[in-house]
């Protein structure tokens, strides 16, 4: 489903993870305490505290601890018996440093794509794809230990995507980035979510810092739900729309006329076609969007981002009250 | 993320390209894994520095070879100085030293820069993991034993050695050092996964292959003089090199040290075995604790 239209999964879908009574102690500790989460499509921000047993619950996901008790689910199987199938299709860049400082970015990131199953050719075309859309340039033929917090970051996101996952799990990747860092990062993260079309569990220990990339928002507080907000709900209710293509005004306004026939409200704004929640007959998940792309590519532009209509997004919080 | 598939045709900007393609075997990721850390062993595919210690060492374990073989042509001699085995056991020292050198490059890298949670993971389990990391040690070290007692051979042959009475000594002194090499593995992979910093894992491993082994000859001496029966059996299971010259004395390869009979070639056998099944597990442990942290 498309992340782009913020749309919720179709019904009968399988959740991209899903968990039930999920339970974690570390003796008196209780990291997790009966969680039940569910995680759609899109970009999903994991919030909660230092401690409320964010990295906890990725790793239980991803097999690398175990439950004490209760149940989960990724892209529909089961944590306690198809750990091998779910660490196929998912990426993990973890919280703390994981990078060996004597290899290049290059090399680690094309020996990773060998170790998640892609044979050498591909292993090495994609590590040099990846590295380029993380923004890794140059930099990726040197010793990943001169990195600054900033590349390292980088690379460690590059191994999460090299084997191109169905979902990633993004431990606090704005962790010790100065304030440009960060915002690039978090472009990043949305144009995972939104453009490359991989589903994204994405924490922070800072409340207010992810709703903006975030389809979704669960927030964790000493191991129990405290909300789980559907920004995407909100999203599929006006469906508001922002559309940005190659080729000026001209292309702009062309666009604007060929969606309007199609029975969408736009207008210009700036540089952009902004879209109008789409009346009644257009509204069903994923049509508005599918008529922009069918549209785009009848007139032969190029199309250069869809993304919902951040004004949107910002109105929910300050009317739902958020931080 | 089907539509997204869908649109790369129509959006170049986008330019992220998915991956629908075949995703090699578990099969497949070991043997990568496992050759990978055999090179890594020798230093290739690493720095130019860390592949001065493991060739120079190679280099000294061989040249006695080649002198030997030298000699042996020159005076026209039928028989090899020293078995096989006997070669092995000359050459401890270095092999010792190799083992206890390498194994840090493939037990304590991944744990110490914390690697090992981007292993985990991944497909492979952490039990496969280890029992990979630990093949590709074991057959470095075999590698470095093998290579002088293969001049030997190959060597001797050509200077005119019999054939078939190389051979089965030959095969011999192959078998056991594939136990030798799989328990010095086992002892230094463990040693180099516990203390993380390259000098101590090597200290401690030289100190387990290199002084135990002057100690247990000391015990089996000193048991041997006063007719203490048993005593110098038991003390040789204490090192992987008591056992393969005991192994080797047993099994009539020759190594001119220690000296086996009645059950004793199967307990040594069976514990060398053992041990080897311990370390495996315990790697296997230590691996899945540091990469859930
Ligand atoms: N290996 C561990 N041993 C003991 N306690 C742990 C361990 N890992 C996490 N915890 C505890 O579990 C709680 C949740 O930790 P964590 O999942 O790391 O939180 P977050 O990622 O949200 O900061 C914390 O109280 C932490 O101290
Ligand atoms: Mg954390």
Known sequence: ?????????????????????????????????????????GVTGLVGANGAGKSTLIKILLGLLEPTSGAA?????????????????????????CLPPDVSASDFVVHMGRMSGLPATVARERAADVLRHVGLDEERYRQMGGYSTGMKQRAKLAQALVHDPRLVFLDEPTNGLDPAARVDMLQLVQRIGRDFGIAVLVTSHL??????????????????????????????HTGGLLVEVLGGDAARDQLGEALAQAGLHCR??????????????????????????????D???????????????????LTGGHA | MSQMSDRTGVIHDLGYRGYAGQRESTAALVRHLFLTGLRHAYG???SGRSKVLPFLLLGFSVLPAVIVVGVVTFIDADSLPLSYAAYTSQLQMLTSLFAAAQAPVLFSRDLRHRSIVLYLARPLSAALFALTRWASLAVAILAFALLPILVLYVGGLLAGLDVSEQTPDFLKAVVLQVLLASLLATITGVL???????????????????????VVLIVQGVADFEGIAHVGEVAGLFSPWTIHNGLAESWDAGSAIGDLDGAWPAVYVVTALGLVAAGLALLAARFTKVGAR
């Open chain 2, 192 to 214: 180099a996964s516990v203390a993380l910093r390259r000098g101590f894992a090597v200290v401690a491993s030289i100190v387990v292959l290199i002084v135990a082994v002057g």
């Open chain 1, 299 to 317: 007139l032969g532009l190029a199309l250069v981002r869809i993304e919902p209509d951040q004004a949107h997004l910002e109105d929910v919080f």
């Open chain 1, 1 to 41: 489903m498309s992340a782009v239209t913020g749309e919720t999964m179709p019904v009968g879908a399988v959740p991209v993870v899903q968990t039930s009574r999920l339970t974690k102690s570390f003796g008196a500790v209780h990291a997790l305490a009966d969680l039940d989460i569910t995680v759609g499509e």
């Open chain 1, 207 to 236: 409340l207010g810092e992810l709703e903006r990339v975030s389809d979704h928002v669960i927030v964790l507080d000493g191991g129990r739900l405290l909300r789980s907000s559907a920004t995407a709900d909100f999203l599929g």
């Open chain 2, 44 to 46: 290739l595919g690493r």
């Open chain 1, 73 to 97: 689910r990724v892209l529909g199987h089961d944590i306690a018996t198809e750990g091998d199938r779910i660490r196929q299709l998912v990426g993990y860049m973890p919280e703390h440093d």
């Open chain 1, 268 to 297: 210009p704004r700036g540089p952009l076609v902004a879209i109008d929640p789409p009346p009644e007959a257009l509204a069903a998940p994923g049509v508005a969007h599918d008529i922009v792309r069918d549209t785009t590519a």
